[in-house]
């Protein structure tokens, strides 16, 4: 083979490495952990879905001489295939020593760094992305930004797991660097100050400058790589031939050389979904045929070379080349790229290959989207097979035997798709549609889809509606071996015109064609899901719009399909559009500085060093020579005698050393793994295993990958015989007996008489029940020790745990040793969650067993599948309960049997009962009682996770309120305030731990977060919203918590050194809580108690050490959130006794030099024998032992009714934290189990098999929140509530308790749902749809559909469909925020009352021209209104976001009222005399309605603008149907009165008359009447919510008030400029001028002076009026015909300048036509005018907030009357050509 190169070079952060020869198997990440010093990338699952290992791969083409960097996994990437290239990991990026990189500084000061695991993974993807920026063409951005948009550095993590933070302070260190950011919106951080101006905080961020960037490929790979081959290298096992031919010749030689296991290979994340361990003897590399790496573009469409990656497949599909080259590439190939983004993460994608998908997809029946999407798309492929090519369709490869290992797929072929068909006599007559869907449990963030679908039709339209030429539907993923094509409801489909008895019959077609095979989980959901897609797809199409309507199909025109076609995909089924990442968050925190610098918002100690891959963590610590590694062997039965394990291999497999088990156990010792007070734990089953998962041996070899490979192998005999079946369910350890005793000093206690309570009861709920299930911790570092034999018989082991201390008694008595012997030392965690209490020990002992028996280093690093099966999680449990309430919702009595799942050891179990109690006393339940058993099963042993059972206790007691107000038939948020405690009532339940009534904060923070989350006015939009989307509810929760916080004793020693520096340990683990940083705060604090100079920076003098057991005894366990404060109090403790010996030194150096600094002062004591090391054991009094915690939050969810998806829209928490030692700390806290809490309700299932063994055991199936499943909005306020005498400087904790928030999601998710089943039974479901239902925990997709009904479209059609009322806009009406008809009338007056009086002069024109005959009247009060209205309107144009509404408008229609009224009262005056004085008293009046006129027409139309269009269109019509009503008006008291004495007078007063009344009408209505309309508050509400401040007055006035705090809030938020507005709508501003221009260059100046006399004699130009106003007022209807609505913004820009052909039709008509032509004329100007002002206003773009729609609004109607001004202008000039001037 030609390019042989033998040894494999590349470089890691600029240094060269070459490995001669390598394991092929060897991966990346396993090569830098074990062979260099960079160990920032972390093994977090090995799957290639957590982001953890995440490094830059940069490779350079010679040819081009280019680099290339991207992302990817090194746990997948195989060491040989980055032969050639650059890595460059955090470390690479910068350091302490050398400085940080901006990427490190940004994380640790956003506080976006806790536990640190996750960081360094998280450093590069941001890094990656900002590199990338750079090559893109967006604007050059401002000095320290990068290129990089907002949304793309949200996206840049979707696929980075962290399960501390919440993602939120993460998303705002990456946004920190994009152009777009608004600096204001980010969150709480180290660098700047509340109220900092924006250029400030611009200034203190860690500076960035993409032009400093790092050399990721050094030089001198470069030169190397000029000469350097490809690796194909014997040792290595390694090919990578460069053609095809050598490719064929390496796949024959393998067949002679009888070489079976070959293993083709390209980006290699296969492995991430198979976890092969099979070894191959030969790796063959394909990523080196150019031929495979092609993308080959023309118009039969797209081929990709096999090996091209998902994101080069991205890229090209959204190339515009290929976009305009291929036919249909805008529809089709623009949809696959977006599709193909949610595909795994972007780490993966580019190194995912579009072959190996299909390959996997073909071979090993992988649920692939690429194979669904390329299968809809009729796409073909091309494998070579020996020497021989084929090219065969998609669908025949799929229905292929699985492809040989010797055959490689060498390229895909996506034909193009014409989108518009020219075939046929009408062009445009066809149409192709295309559509892919994918339901996963997170929309962007790496999860598999429970199905995918793409659909590809060509339909056509047909009299009778629309016509199916053809039509291709894929479905796949759904549990089928490969994605399928729908064939028989295509042939259904296919040449049908569609109907809904159509799709009704493919719906039962595609039921019948999608069915998962056997064993698939959640079948029946997955088949909804097919149909719910197909329905989406044609349910617009199949015209139920028009059915309903009652048009038939004959009547329908193209638009109104077009309308449909358009709204395919935008009708209600995904009519808005959620952004998938966050889209806001607000954090408002208080510190104090009371104890500064306790109370400060400090970075997080060790933060910078997280993110530069610095932190050591157990794992980075190196191996001392010899090192052995260990991985346990566990059971895979729940009961079984182990009679002997073995290898598959027959001998042991190659790099073990030993395998040892209980039998190993030295004498003296015993089998003890772990210990929870005061009871052992066995280390391994005996002869019997007690539970799947259960340790049976533990497998010692040469390597990590070694030893859990063997492990793997290892194959148990079991044998039952003669056993008791396992007790795997609680019921069946009931049965038996089987329970774990609770300590007496652990029960709860219960709380008045259950009996009593339920005779006061009204009514009551009786056996109900209620089933939780378990959680995994998923701390991102998995279990690991390092234990280390040392001289004496002696031990030290390096140990990831939050109880040290149990571990050294452990592990001293499993190796029969005295505990000084043993020393455990942990220095940081990565992440416990409680994971690391208990079930760490068994990891440690493990590891110091071994090395006790081999008398060598042993470590171990669990992988993911083996801790999560070994992990126990939270407790499962089932609840039956009874509840006693009266009528008004009042609990009076609850009882409670929970048998709680324990497993098969006690652990943390014990506490249980207690737990639950504590947080179920959040309410009054007047009398509580219970009976709680603990059964001992056959399952792992469940731990203490995060709020351990009290997050449980806390969903029963929201469950049971929501049981309760539905029987009740009540709003349970109001069941819940009812329930709330009072204090008395607190105290009878709480007892000592309540506190002084001071500190019962909750009743203040609920109706706090009611007020910040606008709870109140949420409702109302969240009602409306629900009845105007079908196939979208909505719901919203608040719910509070009560949590009670333990302290216990702690130890602490404090010691100062010669320098002035402190050195502190504390009994309390950093595990990402911020523990050492508090710590470090309270010590600086303390100590600068003693009054030197220099203590106020003595915070950066204080460092934490890691917890040693034999350095700090009685360490104790951390958690239960009280570990840091009792940390703290310990060093304080320490300190006081410093201060207090360090005192007379201090006094007596004071006398001597005036002033003492802190370092001369520690130096002299030392000096002096000063003891300055100082050791406390903090024992809290009994009055500080337990305590209180308070929080309530809001939460809003959105779920589609067809895939169960739930979104959660918004999140507001308010959370009591007493006086925060470190608010940034605390609130990191408060979010981070927040999300913890969603994971918990929402999405993580950890479930197990018949036998208990954990099944959902990979990120594959076990599925955390990722960035884009927290809330859009969060919103979270610490409340700082002052002084508690009883606590640590006054703080509370926030560890767990926020957790316990998130069942606020689960209660909103469950409003939605029942908003959903009403609406069901309300299309006639017959089923149990009533409102009492209990939805899973968590509630998945899955579970949602279930309760929303899986048949919730065939309901649909059999009943909805012809129920529903849609209104014009295919939405359905509002059915209770009624009040839109009445809307609309009461704006069509209005509209009538800001024009009528201004028409009331100008019909009155003849009167005014009897009376100033050589005035020109109507001219010139024309020319004096208009000046007014328009510089009037642009004062408030100007200003129109600051005005109140209401005034304006009120003012606008008294001031219309009181000139109208002032005309007739100046006629009166004057008898009806002319004269100059008389005239210009009547100009007055006309400036006056000028003025009046932008108040009300802006002042309306902007203030309906965020309304509904058709309440813009009838206060339009009302302001033309004035023109009509007055000239009629005019022309019946003309009629009456001319021939009278004095008649034209007596018409125009009882004229003027008319007018005054309708303007007093206006002012009624408005101030009484409109703002009163449901329909109007739900808008008026909606524009608060998004910002309008100008509604409050009218929101006021109908009882709505919105908080001025909401309003500041809101005001925050950037809405687009009146420019930007401008110049996003210049054409419809400038169509508004050019038609007002027009139309009053003619009327009314020329029609009065213009026409001549004709035969009408003086009714000629009042009838002219009369008809022009007529049609103006028809014509504001006309655009009602869809066919002749012109919308086309070009259409409409040319149809006004058309218009300008009536100046000559006018001037020749008046000239040479007679009457009957300027009649018609006229009313064509009034037709045109009103029709097409109508045309403009409703297509105005609506997609802009309240405030743009009314800043739109006011600048419209500012064009308008500019418009009208100018028209008025141009009168003159007829005149002028007249010579008449
Ligand atoms: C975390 C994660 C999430 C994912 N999520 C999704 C998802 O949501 N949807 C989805 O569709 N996919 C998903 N994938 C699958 C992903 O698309 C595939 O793993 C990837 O495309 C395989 O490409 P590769 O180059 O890494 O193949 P490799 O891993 O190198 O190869 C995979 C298999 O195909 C064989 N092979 C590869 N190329 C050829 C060829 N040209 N001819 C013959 N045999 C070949 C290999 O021998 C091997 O058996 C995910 C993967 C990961 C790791
Ligand atoms: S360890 Fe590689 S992605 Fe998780
Ligand atoms: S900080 Fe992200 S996992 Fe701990």
């Known amino acids: ?731 069946e350890a009931v049965e038996r007996s089987s329970f774990i005793e609770v300590p007496s000093n652990l029960h709860p206690a219960k709380v008045g008489n259950f009996l009593k309570g339920m005779a006061e009861a009204d009514h009551s709920i009786l056996s109900a029940k209620i089933e939780l299930g378990s959680q995994y911790y998923f701390y991102m570092e998995t279990q690991t020790a390092l234990a280390i034999p040392d001289e004496d018989n002696c031990m030290v082991v390096y140990s990831s745990i939050q109880c040290p201390e149990f571990a050294h008694s452990v592990i001293a008595r499993c190796l029969g040793i005295p505990e000084h012997n043993v020393r455990v030392i942990t220095r940081r965690v990565g992440g416990g969650f409680g994971g690391k209490a208990s079930k760490a020990s068994p990891v440690a002992t493990a590891c110091a067993l071994a090395a006790h028996c081999l008398r060598r280093p042993v470590r171990m690093y669990l992988d993911r599948k083996t801790d999560m099966i070994m992990a126990g999680g939270r407790h499962p449990m089932k609840i039956t309960y009874s509840v006693g309430f009266k009528s008004n919702g009042k609990i009076t009595a609850l009882h409670l049997d929970i048998l709680i799942n324990a497993g098969q050891t006690i652990d943390a179990s014990i506490i249980m009962p207690r737990n639950m109690v504590g947080a179920l006393k959040k309410y009054d339940w007047g009398a509580l009682s219970f009976d709680i058993k603990l059964c001992k099963t056959n399952h792992c042993g469940k731990t203490a996770m995060r709020a351990p059972g009290e997050v449980q206790a806390s969903f029963i007691a929201e469950s049971i309120l929501e049981n309760v107000a539905s029987v009740l038939s009540l709003d349970v948020d109001s069941v819940r305030t009812q329930n709330l405690h009072t204090y008395e009532s607190l105290k009878l339940f709480y007892g000592s731990a309540t506190g002084d009534s001071i500190e019962y904060t909750l009743p203040t923070i609920w109706d706090k977060v009611a007020r910040s989350s606008i709870f109140a006015q949420r409702i109302a939009m969240i009602e409306h919203f629900n009845s105007c989307n079908r196939w979208r509810k909505r719901g919203i929760s608040r719910a509070p918590i009560v949590y009670e916080a333990t302290v216990r004793p702690t130890p602490g020693k404090v010691s100062i050194l010669w320098d002035g520096s402190i050195v502190v340990e504390v009994g309390g683990i950093e595990l990402g809580q911020g523990l050492w940083t508090k710590v470090k705060q309270v010590t600086a604090y303390a100590l600068s108690k003693i009054q030197c100079d220099g203590t106020e920076d003595l915070v950066e003098k204080v460092r934490i050490v890691q917890s040693d057991t034999l350095s700090l005894v009685q360490g104790g366990i951390t958690a239960g959130s009280t570990t840091s404060e009792a940390s703290c109090e310990a060093a304080r403790l320490c300190c006081n006794f410093l201060v207090e010996r360090l005192a007379p030194l201090k006094k007596k150096l004071q006398e001597q030099m005036g002033s003492v600094a802190w370092d001369v002062l520690i130096l002299q004591a030392h000096k002096h024998s000063v003891n300055l090391a100082a050791s406390s054991y903090y024992v809290p009094e009994p009055s500080s032992r337990g305590y209180l915690n308070y929080g309530a939050a809001v939460s809003e969810v959105e779920l589609n009714v067809l895939t169960g998806e739930t979104t959660i829209l918004r999140a507001d928490i308010v959370y009591d934290c007493g006086k925060s030692l470190n608010p940034a700390v605390d609130l990191g806290q408060i979010e981070g189990s927040f999300i913890q809490g969603v994971g918990f309700f929402m999405l993580e299932e950890y479930l197990t098999n018949a036998d208990g063994l954990v099944v959902t055991d990979n990120t594959w199936t076990y599925k955390i929140p990722t960035i884009d499943t927290i809330p859009k909005q969060f919103n979270v306020e610490v409340l700082n509530s002052g002084h508690h005498k009883n606590r640590v400087l006054s703080s509370k904790a926030s560890g767990e308790p926020p957790l316990l928030l998130a069942v606020s999601v689960h209660c909103a998710t469950r409003a939605a749902i029942k908003e959903a089943r009403k609406q069901r039974k309300s299309w006639g479901a017959s089923d149990e749809t009533n409102s009492i239902f209990e939805l899973e925990v968590p509630a998945t997709m899955p579970a949602v559909k279930k309760l929303c009904g899986l048949d919730t479209v065939e309901c649909f059609n059999r009943g909805g469909a012809t129920m529903t009322n849609l209104d014009s806009d295919g939405v359905p009406s509002p059915s209770k925020l009624e009040g839109k008809y009445k809307a609309m009338v009461v704006c069509w007056f209005l509209g009538l009352g800001t024009h009528v009086s201004w028409n009331s002069m100008m019909t009155i024109g003849d009167y005014y021209y009897n009376l100033f005959p050589s005035y020109h009247p109507e001219r010139v009060l024309t020319l004096v209104y208009q000046p007014f209205a328009l510089g009037t309107m642009l004062i408030l144009s100007y200003n129109e976001a600051k005005i109140d509404t209401r005034k304006r408008n009120l003012m606008g229609y008294i001031i219309f009222f009181l000139s109208t009224l002032g005309l007739l009262v100046l006629d009166l005056g004057s008898s009806g005399k002319g004269g100059v004085g008389n005239y210009i008293g009547i100009c007055i009046f006309v400036a006056a309605f000028g003025v009046a006129n932008a108040h009300v027409q802006g002042g309306m139309a902007g203030d309906l603008s965020f309304m509904r269009p058709e309440f813009v269109q009838s206060f339009f019509a009302g302001m033309t149907a004035s023109g009509a009503l007055t000239s009629g008006l005019r022309m019946m008291t003309k009629a009456a009165f001319d021939k009278s004495n004095n008649g034209l007078r007596k018409g125009v007063m009882l004229f003027l008359a008319i007018s005054t009344f309708f303007q007093f009408l206006c002012i009624f209505l408005y101030a009484f009447i409109f703002g009163q309309l449901p329909i109007v508050k739900y808008y008026r509400t909606k524009a608060a919510s998004e910002g309008s401040i100008t509604v409050f007055a009218d929101l006021a006035a109908a009882g709505i008030h919105i908080e001025e705090t909401t309003s500041n809030d809101i005001s925050k938020h950037k809405w687009l400029s009146n420019k930007h507005l401008l110049y996003q709508n210049l054409d419809y501003g400038l169509d508004l001028y050019l038609i007002y221009v027009l139309t009053l260059s003619i009327f009314p100046g020329f029609l009065f002076e213009n026409t001549g006399s004709h035969q009408l004699g003086s009714w000629y130009p009042v009838v002219l009026i009369a008809m022009y106003n007529m049609l103006d007022l028809i014509g504001q209807y006309t655009p009602l015909i869809n066919s002749i609505k012109l919308e086309s913004r070009k259409g409409l820009l040319i149809a006004s300048l058309l218009r300008f052909l009536l100046i000559p039709a006018f001037y020749f008509t008046a000239k040479y036509g007679d009457q009957g032509w300027m009649i018609l004329l006229v009313s064509f100007l009034g037709l045109t005018n009103g029709h097409l002002t109508i045309c403009v206003l409703t297509a105005v773009p609506k997609g802009y907030k309240a405030p743009e729609q009314n800043a739109l609004g006011n600048l419209l109607v500012l064009f308008l009357l500019g418009g009208v001004f100018s028209g008025v202008a141009l009168d003159w000039l007829w005149i002028i050509g007249n010579g008449k001037f």
């Open 1 to 731: 083979m030609e390019g042989k190169q033998e040894c494999l070079v590349f470089a890691v952060n600029g240094e060269k490495f070459e490995v001669p020869n390598v394991d092929p198997s060897t991966t990346l990440l396993q090569f830098l952990r074990s062979h260099t010093r960079f160990k920032s990338v972390k093994l977090g699952c090995g799957d290639g879905g957590c982001g953890a290992c995440v490094v830059l791969l940069s490779k350079y083409d010679p040819v081009l001489d280019q680099v290339e960097d991207y992302t990817v996994s090194s746990c997948l990437t195989l060491l040989c295939s980055v032969n050639g290239c650059s890595v460059t990991t955090t470390e690479g990026l910068g350091n302490s020593k050398d400085g940080f990189h901006p990427i490190h500084q940004r994380l640790a000061g956003f506080h976006a760094s806790q536990c640190g695991f996750c960081t360094p993974g998280i450093c590069m993807s941001i890094y990656s992305a900002l590199i990338s920026a750079e090559r893109t063409p967006h604007p050059e951005p401002l000095p320290g930004f990068s290129r990089l948009t907002v949304s793309e550095a949200e996206k840049a993590i979707a696929g980075n797991l962290c399960r501390c933070t919440g993602y939120r302070p993460i998303a705002d260190a990456c946004k920190s660097f994009a152009a777009d950011v608004d600096i204001e919106d980010l969150g709480i951080n180290s660098f700047w100050r509340k109220g900092d101006a924006k250029e400030v905080k611009v200034s203190r961020l860690p500076s960035y400058n993409p032009e400093d960037h790092i050399c990721t490929y050094p030089e001198f790979l470069k030169d190397e790589h000029r000469s350097v081959m490809h690796l194909n290298s014997i040792s290595c096992s390694w090919y990578s031939p460069a053609s095809i031919e050598e490719l064929e010749n390496l796949l024959q030689s393998s067949v002679a050389e009888n070489c079976t296991r070959i293993k083709v290979v390209v980006g290699n994340t296969g492995n991430g979904y198979y976890n092969e361990i099979l070894q191959y003897d030969k790796y063959i590399d394909l990523r080196y045929i150019p031929e495979l790496s092609v993308v080959r573009r023309d118009n039969s469409g797209i081929e990709f070379g096999a090996t091209v990656s998902i994101s080069k497949a991205i890229f090209s599909l959204n190339e515009e080349t290929i976009v305009n080259l291929c036919p249909g590439g805008e529809l089709i190939f623009k949809k696959v790229a977006d599709h193909m983004e949610k595909i795994a993460s972007g780490f993966i994608r580019n190194s995912a290959s579009i072959g190996g998908n299909l390959v996997m997809a073909q071979r090993n029946y992988f649920p692939s989207d690429i194979a669904t999407l390329l299968l809809a798309l009729s796409s073909s492929v091309s494998i070579l097979t020996g020497c021989k090519r084929e090219k065969i369709t998609l669908e025949q490869f799929f229905s292929r035997p699985p492809l040989d290992p010797r055959s490689v797929l060498l390229s895909v072929h996506i034909p193009s798709w014409e989108p518009i068909e020219s075939a046929g006599t009408n062009e445009s007559n066809h149409r192709l549609l295309f559509e892919t869907y994918r339901a996963a449990p997170r929309p962007i963030g790496n999860a598999l889809p429970y199905l995918n679908a793409a659909f590809l039709a060509k339909i056509s339209y047909h009299k009778n509606g629309v016509l199916v030429n053809n039509i291709q539907l894929a479905f796949g993923a759904y549990g089928a071996k490969h994605s399928i094509r729908a064939r028989k409801v295509e042939e259904h489909l296919t040449g049908k015109i569609l109907s809904l008895g159509i799709l009704d019959e493919a719906i039962k077609i595609v039921k019948d064609s999608v069915i998962p095979d056997d064993g698939t989980t959640f079948a029946a959901y997955r088949s909804s899901l097919a149909v719910g897609y197909l329905f989406t797809f044609l349910f617009n199409l199949a015209g139920p719009d028009y059915a309903i309507s009652g048009v038939s199909f004959d009547e329908l025109d193209r638009n109104l399909l077009d309308k449909a076609l358009e709204s395919k995909n935008d009708n209600d089924i995904s009519q808005i559009v959620i952004p998938t990442l966050l889209s806001s968050a607000k954090q408002v925190v208080e510190s104090s500085r009371e104890y500064y610098p306790v109370g400060e918002p400090m970075i997080k100690f060790g933060a910078a060093i997280q993110a530069s891959g610095e932190a050591v963590y157990v794992d980075d610590i190196p191996s001392p020579p010899n090192c052995l590694h260990g991985a346990f062997i566990y059971s895979t039965k729940p009961l079984a005698r182990v009679k002997g394990i073995s290898f598959k291999s027959n001998s042991l497999p190659k790099g073990v050393t030993a395998v040892i088990s209980f039998k190993d156990i030295p004498k003296g010792g015993e089998n003890v793994g772990s210990k929870t007070n005061p009871v052992f734990e066995p280390l391994f089953a005996d002869d019997l295993t007690r539970y799947a998962g259960d340790r049976i041996a533990f497998v010692l070899a040469e390597t990590q990958k070694s030893a859990d490979v063997a492990a793997k192998l290892a194959v148990v005999d079991y044998d039952t015989q003669s056993l008791d079946p396992p007790i795997l369910i609680v019921e």
